[in-house]
């Protein structure tokens, strides 16, 4: 099935720097979705953006939705240890009434301590 | 946010044993809800969506009669893995979605061993 290009695959970064990911997509999107998956877990939602341009913050992180409704990035500020985790994009058309997600393949992130 | 949980949390059975899973939305009502599968180190694939009174939808490759879906209440779906086999061991995600938001909440997972 469809998949959404999220980059990078896998960071390793020191406490203290900032994260930035992204993805993209060949169609357009009416709602962007980050999430965050700690190992053997479900994935938990962190900020979800339903405007082209809307940058939206949940505390240390901050996403935007792109104008071309086709991409969108999610930064972390100042990292610290919990920030470890896989995250995920999502994008979700309106059409139909199922509006499945499609799926980032995730980025990995490690922080040193 | 909102709170989704399943149940169990983890499960070993036998090959050929059936398996149900429950997922339940506790803050809100979800006609909608959604059955994952995870592979190790890989991103969530769609098994199914369950509507609340209706047949749920399968993606291609999912064998219906092997994944029954049952989504009887606004708060409630079930996945039953039947006739269990090794090759059916996965971790299992639900998520329901919020009708105010339209946004997924995800489950904890359910960990399925078939021995």
């Known amino acids: 099935g469809q998949q959404l290009n999220q980059s990078p695959q896998s960071m390793f970064i020191q406490e203290g720097e900032d994260v930035s990911m992204n993805c993209t997509s060949s169609?357009?999107?009416?709602?962007w979705l980050w999430y965050k998956q700690d190992p053997g877990e479900g994935p938990v939602l962190l900020i979800a953006l339903y405007k082209a341009g809307e940058l939206t913050s949940n505390g240390r992180l901050t996403a935007q939705f792109g104008i071309t409704r086709k991409d969108s990035f999610l930064n972390i500020s100042a990292s610290i240890p919990s920030d470890v985790g896989i995250y995920f994009c999502?994008?979700?058309?309106?059409?139909?009434?199922?509006?499945?997600?499609?799926w980032g393949l995730g980025t990995s992130l490690a922080v040193n301590p | 946010g909102a709170v989704v949980s399943q149940h169990p949390s983890r499960v070993i059975c036998k090959s050929g044993t059936s398996v149900k899973i429950e997922c339940r939305s506790l803050d809100f009502q979800a006609t909608t809800m959604f059955w994952y599968r995870q592979f190790p180190k890989q991103s969530l694939m769609l098994m199914a969506t369950s509507n609340e009174g209706s047949k749920a939808t399968y993606e291609q490759g999912v064998e219906k009669d092997k994944f029954l879906i049952n989504h009887a209440s606004l708060t409630l779906s079930t996945l039953t893995v039947t006739s269990a086999h090794p090759e059916d061991s996965s971790f299992y995600i639900c998520s329901a979605r919020r009708p105010d938001t339209d946004t997924q909440y995800f489950g904890p997972g359910t960990r399925l061993t078939v021995l």
């Open positions: 999502a994008g979700q058309s309106n059409a139909g009434n199922n509006r499945k997600l499609i």
């Open positions: 169609s357009i999107f009416n709602t």
